[in-house]
């Protein structure tokens, strides 16, 4: 089993900015992809950003240029860097990290992010 526990989130006026951070424990498959969802009310979950091992980065369209995300291997964390938030970014993110071809995947809880105008 792998515990992801997620932190950072809040509320923050428009154009503000927020750092998540998620660090995951227990039975860990070092060679994984590490990601951050959101799901804001009424709306289907969404990928945000994510993150290989090795450093590649994919993000959705809506926060290119606005949200970065970094991992630290040997601490076994992903963090989310977001700036210039809108009203449109509120939602509930969620740390998850997967391997899908051996099963590996794992959630965290979540935090809110409310952005407020």
């Known amino acids: 089993q792998v515990q992801l526990v997620e932190s950072g989130g809040g509320l923050v006026q428009v154009g503000g900015s927020l750092r998540l951070s998620c660090a995951a424990s227990g039975s860990i498959f070092s060679i994984n992809i590490m990601g951050w969802y959101r799901q804001a009310p009424g709306k289907q979950r969404e990928l945000v950003a994510s993150?290989?091992?090795?450093?590649?980065?994919y993000y959705a369209d809506s926060v290119k240029g606005r949200f970065t995300i970094s991992r630290d291997n040997a601490m076994n964390t992903v963090s989310l860097q977001m700036k210039t938030l809108k009203p449109e970014d509120t939602a509930v993110y969620y740390c998850?990290?997967?391997?899908?071809?051996?099963?590996?995947?794992?959630w965290g809880q979540g935090t809110q992010v409310t952005v407020s105008s």
């Open positions: 998850r990290t997967w391997r899908a071809q051996i099963g590996y995947d794992y």
């Open positions: 993150i290989t091992i090795d450093g590649s980065t």
